[in-house]
């Protein structure tokens, strides 16, 4: 089983961004630390929430990292580079599990995960709203 590398939380910690007072997601979700929607007691985050430490922040992030990890590990080929794991944690973890699970991205992969121009297409065409930077740094890693 992989597990998001040291650089793959150093790229979600660039995609993500640390943000220790409540902010709106892009989806407009109230977030916090590095996308966290939820706490460690499974109370949602609020926009009138106190703001967090990065020592928190970080805690929230791993609290549910393995359940990101599992989807891929239960979904991906096992043959992916370390680089391609991350690449595709930072995409499931922008898009959620349901997200990447039905995805043309994911259908891709395991079609052929090295058919550079399909996997660049599925990329950027998600079907929700498109951060352009994060899925060219997504696409970047993953051809690493």
């Known amino acids: 089983m992989k597990k998001l590398s040291t650089k793959g939380i150093e790229l979600l910690a660039e995609l993500e961004g640390l943000r220790l007072k409540p902010y709106l997601c892009p989806a407009k979700v109230p977030t916090i630390g590095l996308g966290n929607t939820f706490y460690e007691n499974g109370t949602k985050v609020t926009m009138k929430d106190k703001a967090i430490t ?9 609290l549910i990292a393995k359940k990101f990890e599992n989807t ?10 370390q680089n391609q794991f991350d690449a ?6 922008n898009v959620g599990q349901g997200g990447f699970k039905g995805s043309e991205l994911l259908k ?9 121009d399909k996997i660049n297409v599925c990329f950027l065409n998600w079907k929700g709203k498109v951060l352009l930077g994060r899925r060219k740094k997504e696409i970047a890693r993953y051809f690493l």
């Not at 891709?108 to 550079?116: A, E, S, T, V, Y």
Request: hydrophobic content about 40%; glycine content about 0%.
């Open 54 to 62: 990065k020592e928190e922040a970080y805690h929230l992030f791993f």
């Open 72 to 81: 891929l590990n239960a979904n991906l080929p096992n043959d992916l580079t």
């Open 108 to 116: 891709q992969i395991k079609l052929d995960p090295n058919d550079k």
């Open 88 to 93: 595709l944690f930072c995409f499931c973890y």
